[in-house]
């Protein structure tokens, strides 16, 4: 079972299109992190957002995080070529005991190629 | 500068010569999760490390063993590797579980 579904699974798109990529699942989660992975090297940490309906934004990217705390958006506007790779969503649910966090839980990423 | 290591960056092998992975971290983190990527199936969580001395299986454990005798290190061993452990592997760190993960470069193998 993927508790966190991406969407689109791909996408290609024209240098200057606006673009949002889903994170969705039927689990809450206590935080929920976007990594963007380029070829040939690992995954780094864009953004963590923790309160319902917490909006963030970094430069051109926009993250949400919906008001139940299930889901997450990110909006790209005006893309470039460099904002190509793989974007990955990441969840984390809080125990049940101690109210620890668990292991993060990653979607299977949506990869975003921006043509010149 | 802070970072997470992992060497070698690619191997090919053959089945069943015994192979470790190393994986060290610079910045005090107390976890410490190997993965590996596979096209279609995402980042899939081998095993994870609490603390020295607490290791723990995730999603894929089977073919592979770890150790954690020291904070800043976490090897990943293929006893026995086969054709079907081929893939891409991450090592990743953060303070505590659930937390930011800062990921190494990746270690592509090749079992032959």
């Known amino acids: 079972t993927q508790l966190l579904e991406q969407s689109p699974q791909f996408l290609s798109i024209q240098e200057g299109e606006n673009l949002t990529v889903y994170c969705n699942s039927s689990?809450?989660?206590?935080?929920l992190q976007w990594y963007r992975q380029e070829p040939g090297e690992g995954p780094v940490l864009l953004v963590t957002v923790v309160t319902g309906g917490e909006v963030k934004k970094l430069k051109r990217l926009t993250f949400q995080f919906g008001d139940a705390r299930k889901d997450s958006s990110l909006h790209i506007t005006a893309a470039q070529p460099g904002d190509t790779g793989l974007y990955l969503c990441?969840?984390?649910?809080?125990?049940?005991?101690?109210?620890?966090?668990?292991?993060?839980?990653f979607g299977k990423g949506t990869k975003l190629s921006v043509k010149p | 500068e802070a970072q997470v290591t992992q060497n070698p960056r690619y191997l090919i092998t053959v089945t069943g010569k015994k192979l470790t992975v190393t994986c060290s971290q610079n910045?005090?983190?107390?976890?410490m999760s190997w993965y590996r990527q596979d096209p279609g199936l995402g980042l899939r969580q081998i095993y994870y490390s609490m603390n020295v001395e607490v290791t723990d299986k995730g999603d894929v454990p089977e073919g592979y063993k770890v150790s954690r005798k020291e904070k800043r290190n976490f090897p990943l061993i293929l006893e026995s590797p086969s054709p079907n452990q081929t893939s891409l592997y991450f090592c990743?760190?953060?303070?505590?579980?659930?937390?930011?993960?800062?990921f190494g470069p990746g270690t592509r193998l090749l079992v032959l």
């Open positions: 910045m005090n983190h107390e976890y």
């Open positions: 689990s809450v989660f206590s935080s």
């Open positions: 990441a969840g984390s649910r809080r125990l049940n005991y101690g109210g620890s966090q668990g292991n993060l839980i």
């Open positions: 990743a760190s953060s303070l505590l579980q659930g937390e930011t993960q800062y």
